[in-house]
């Protein structure tokens, strides 16, 4: 089971360059980075995980960018999004994002896809918050169709098409791994089964009772069984959590970083590195 990595990189934090090079030399598999554009201030939507939100949220480091660095100074450091907002981006300017950065890294990016907690931050960009989850939907269809080797019309929802294209380069492989992140359920599913490659459950809990029904809603759309990905993410670790991973089939765990500072993260590396 590969060991990999999620921060929010900050303009306080490490840099990109610094914590990937650290991430190859210790051997770790991957680095996936999160992504708010920013956080009104208004603060009308709660924390998910409850209390103050932090800071760190409102100083996140643009993914891709951050990523492209990170992917110029390693050679197999896996590279992701955990996660990329889709509703929030103009589906067309986006794939051509992800096939640039999965092109000049080798094919080393996994594209993470979610929904989003925050209302005023959609709102601010024209998301109805009802419709975030369809438009997520529709935008990865649409993606898929720029990524396709011949041209290829999309007639989209929510006025997003595109007609027949060239869209050049494409992913290394035809598409990056896709991932959804999300609680368990039948809709969360519907969107892992429809147009991605496995599901990022936050935490990893309960997945001894989950991942049964999802691999039955994968099997049921028709979907290979053993390509089945499920990637436990911003876990926080110990022997047996990891252990029960493995044994359930997870291919690839993501241990969560602390937004610190390079001192502080390494000597969290160096403790994890024991997982390796």
Known sequence: MR????????????????????????????LYLPEHTHIPVSRESPYPAGGELPRAYGRTL???????QAAVVTERLLLGTGITLVAEHDPIALAKTVATL??????????????????EEAADHGVAWATRRERTRDALHLMRALWAPEPTAYEGRFGRSVSA???????????PRVLVGGAAGPTLFSHVTDYADGWLPIGG?????????LREAWTSAGRAPESLQVVPFA???NPG?????????????VLQLPPADEKEVLGVLDAYARYL
């Open 62 to 68: 643009d993914p891709f960018v951050a990523l492209g």
């Open 241 to 253: 959590k990891l252990a029960h991973y493995a044994d359930l089939g997870c291919p690839e765990v």
């Open 235 to 237: 876990v926080h670790p």
């Open 102 to 119: 999965d092109h000049v890294s080798g094919g080393r990016f996994t594209l993470g896809v979610g929904f989003g907690w925050n209302r």
């Open 3 to 30: 060991i990999s990595t999620t921060i929010f990189l900050t303009d306080e934090t490490i840099s990109p360059v610094r914590l990937a090079r650290a991430l190859e030399e210790r051997g770790f598999a991957g």
């Open 205 to 213: 809990r309960g997945l001894s009772t989950t991942l049964p029904l």
């Open 165 to 175: 294209s060239e869209a050049w380069p494409k992913p290394s492989g035809g598409a």
